[in-house]
C-alpha cells in the first residue's frame, strides 16, 4: 500500500520525531549530536523554516519547527537526516539503515498546547532518568531560549513568542515565564510520557483539530482526549499508542 503524502500546512506548528534504527544508540557520543545539531542549523537555514525546540537524546530526536511554506520542513529536516546518516555510515563502515523509517509530524495548534508540548521536548532526558534537569543536557533548545547564543543558534526566539502568543512581551518576559514553569513541573513531578505528541495526526481544541484536518485533506479520523488534551489520529492508527518518545 502507497504511503499516504504528508499534506503540510504553511505557517504551522509541527513536532517532528524521529528514531534510530532498531532503538539503536547512534548518538550515545556527543560528537554525533553535535554533528547532527550542525546539519539541522544548515537545513533550517536552507530551507528557511524555524525551529521553536528540539532535543538530540542518544537514539531519537524531537524537533519543534514551523515554516511559511510548510513543505520546507519536509526538505529541511530529509537534509539533516541524510546528512548525519552519511556521515555516520562512512565513519563507521556502515551500511545499514541510520534512521527508523519515515520521520513523524504531529500538527500542533498555537499558544497553550504548543507550549505545553515545548516543556514535554525539555523533559524528555529528564523523563529517561539521564539528567535531574533541561539545563543538564547540552543538545537540546533550552540553552538558545534561556541564554544568548551569538554564533549558529537553531532556535528563532522571536517566532517562538509569536507561536506561543507572546508577541507583545519581551524576551526577558518569555525567559522568565519558561524558568518558572520548568521549575514548577519539575516539583510537581509533571514529567510523565505522553505518546500523543509523537503519535497523533494533530494536537489541540476540537474546533481547531476539525480544521487541521480538512486543511491537510484528512478525511477519516477519530478524536481521543487524555486528561483534557484533545488530538485526532487517522482512521488507519491504533488508540494504543506504544511508541513513547
Not at 538558545?144 to 506561543?164: F, G, P, Q, S, T
Not at 484533545?230 to 492508527?237: D, F, R, S, T
Request: proline share 1%; aromatic share 14%.
Amino acid at each position: 500500500m502507497p504511503r499516504r503524502l504528508r499534506n503540510w500546512v504553511d505557517n504551522s506548528c509541527y513536532h517532528i520525531t524521529h528514531r534510530c534504527e532498531d532503538k539503536n544508540f547512534y548518538f550515545k557520543f556527543k560528537k554525533y549530536r553535535d554533528k547532527y545539531r550542525h546539519f539541522l542549523f544548515e537545513g533550517q537555514k536552507r530551507y528557511k523554516v524555524d525551529i521553536l525546540n528540539f532535543v538530540v537524546t542518544s537514539n531519537h530526536v524531537h524537533i519543534l519547527v514551523v515554516a511559511g511554506i510548510g513543505s520546507n520542513i519536509s526538505k529541511c529536516i530529509q537534509f539533516a537526516h541524510s546528512r548525519i546518516a552519511q556521515v555516520y555510515n562512512q565513519e563507521k563502515g556502515f551500511e545499514s539503515s541510520f534512521w527508523n523509517g519515515r520521520f513523524h509530524a504531529t500538527r500542533i495548534e498555537d499558544g497553550n498546547h504548543l507550549s505545553r508540548c515545548l516543556f514535554y521536548i525539555d523533559f524528555n532526558m529528564v523523563r529517561a532518568g539521564v539528567v535531574k534537569h533541561p539545563s543538564e543536557w547540552e543538545h537540546g533548545g533550552y540553552h538558545e531560549i534561556i541564554h544568548d547564543k551569538a554564533r549558529y543558534r537553531i532556535v528563532n526566539v522571536e517566532r517562538l513568542m509569536r507561536c506561543l502568543k507572546m508577541a507583545n512581551a519581551s524576551v526577558e518576559d518569555l525567559r522568565n515565564w519558561y524558568s518558572r514553569t520548568l521549575t514548577d513541573m519539575l516539583q510537581k513531578e509533571q514529567l510523565k510520557r505522553e505518546a500523543f505528541w509523537s503519535e497523533a495526526f494533530a494536537v489541540g481544541s476540537k474546533g481547531w483539530l476539525s480544521k487541521a484536518a480538512e486543511e491537510s485533506g484528512l478525511k477519516q479520523y477519530h478524536f481521543y482526549e487524555n486528561e483534557n488534551t484533545e488530538y485526532i489520529l487517522g482512521k488507519n492508527n491504533t488508540k494504543n499508542l506504544k511508541r513513547c518518545f
